[in-house]
C-alpha cells in the first residue's frame, strides 16, 4: 500500500456533498453490475485468509469498475480497495473500497450484499486505520436502497434523511455483529457472543458489516459490532452511521474505532453494550 500524502485537503459541506454524490453514483453503477453478474452465475475464484474466505470473478470486475469510475471521475485522488487496487494520488483525498461487502450472501444468492464506497482523509486519531471518510455511499442493490452520507450532512437511505433507533435498555436491543474468516478469530468471537447474548434482545449475523451498519443509522438495527474490520468494510458505514446519530467506539478509550473493535449504536445504549462486548459487566 502506497502513502497518503500527509496533506488533508479543508472540506466544505459543498465539496463533501459533491464527493458523497460521486460516491453514490458509482456504488448504484457497481450495484447493477453485481446483480447482473450474480443473475448469470458466480463461482469462487481464489480462497484468501482461509478456505471460507472467497473472492469471485464479480469481486474483481466490480472493483475494476468502481476505480475505472473513480480514475474518470477524480483523476488525482488515491484509490484503496479490498481487492488490490492501491494507489496513493497526490489531492489527500483517499477513495477505500469494497467492490462486494457480503461475499457469501452473494455466493449463496442471499440478498444482503452491498457495494461501499468512501471518500476519506487522513486523520489518525479517528480511527484505527489512521483515515476518516468525509463522504461515503453504501448500495445494497437486491433490496433497492442506497445509503449516503457527507461529513457534517446527515445521513439519507434512498434520498430520505435517517436517524438511529431511540433504544435507550440494553437488554431489549436488537444487536448486529459479524465474524472473521479464520478459526482463532471465530473462536474468540463465539466467546464474546456467548457473554452479549444472554444480555440483549437478540443477535442479527446479516453478513455485510457495511449493511450492519447502515441498518443501525436507519434504526431497524439498534446497534452493532464486531472485532476484525477492515478499512473497506467499515469506512463508508460508519460515517452514515455517525451521522445518522451513532456513537462509534473503539475497543479502548487509546484506541480509535476499527480493527480491533468497531462499536456503533444510540448514546443511550453505547457503553453498556462495549461493557458487555469488552468484560466488564
Ligand atoms: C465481510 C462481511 C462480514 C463481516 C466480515 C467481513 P466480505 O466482508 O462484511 O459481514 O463479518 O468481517 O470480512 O469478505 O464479504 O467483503
Ligand atoms: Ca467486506
Ligand atoms: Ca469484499
Known amino acids: 500500500m502506497t502513502e497518503t500524502p500527509a496533506s488533508v485537503p479543508a472540506v466544505s459541506p459543498a465539496f463533501a456533498a459533491e464527493l458523497a454524490a ?19 452465475g ?3 475464484a481464489a480462497t484468501k485468509s482461509s478456505a471460507t474466505d472467497v473472492v469471485t470473478a464479480a469481486d ?18 488515491g484509490v484503496l480497495g479490498e481487492e488490490g487496487a492501491s494507489d496513493s494520488g497526490t489531492t489527500g483525498i483517499t477513495w477505500v473500497v469494497d467492490p462486494i461487502d ?10 444482503i450484499f452491498s457495494v461501499s464506497i468512501a471518500a476519506t482523509v487522513t486523520d489518525p486519531d479517528a480511527f484505527a486505520d489512521g483515515r476518516r ?23 439519507t437511505r434512498n434520498g430520505v434523511p435517517i436517524r438511529v433507533s431511540g433504544q435507550q435498555d440494553l437488554g431489549l436491543a436488537l444487536v448486529g455483529t459479524g465474524f472473521g474468516y479464520t478459526a482463532e478469530r471465530r473462536a474468540e468471537q463465539a466467546e464474546v ?34 472485532r476484525g474490520l477492515q478499512p473497506w468494510d467499515y469506512a463508508a458505514a460508519a460515517l452514515i452511521a455517525s451521522e445518522a446519530g451513532a456513537e462509534l467506539l473503539g475497543v479502548d478509550a487509546q484506541t480509535p474505532p476499527g480493527e480491533p473493535l468497531l462499536l456503533a449504536a444510540p448514546p443511550a445504549i453505547a457503553r453498556a453494550l462495549h461493557d458487555t462486548v469488552s468484560a466488564k459487566r
Do not use: K, W
Open 102 to 111: 457480503g461475499t457469501v450472501n452473494y455466493l449463496y444468492d442471499l440478498p
Open 193 to 226: 457472543v456467548a457473554r452479549v447474548l444472554p444480555r440483549i434482545r437478540d443477535i442479527r449475523r446479516l453478513g455485510s458489516a457495511a449493511y450492519d451498519l447502515c441498518m443501525v443509522a436507519s434504526g431497524r438495527l439498534d446497534a452493532y459490532y464486531e
Open 42 to 44: 458466480v463461482d469462487v
Open 22 to 40: 460521486v460516491a453514490a453514483r458509482i456504488a448504484e453503477t457497481a450495484g447493477r453490475r453485481i446483480v447482473e453478474l450474480r443473475d448469470a
Open 60 to 77: 474483481h470486475e466490480a472493483e475494476r469498475l468502481v476505480t475505472d469510475l473513480i480514475r474518470e471521475a477524480r483523476p488525482d485522488d
Open 133 to 155: 471518510a468525509i463522504a461515503g455511499a453504501v448500495s445494497a442493490p437486491r433490496s433497492g436502497e442506497l445509503f449516503v452520507a457527507a461529513q457534517g450532512g446527515g445521513a
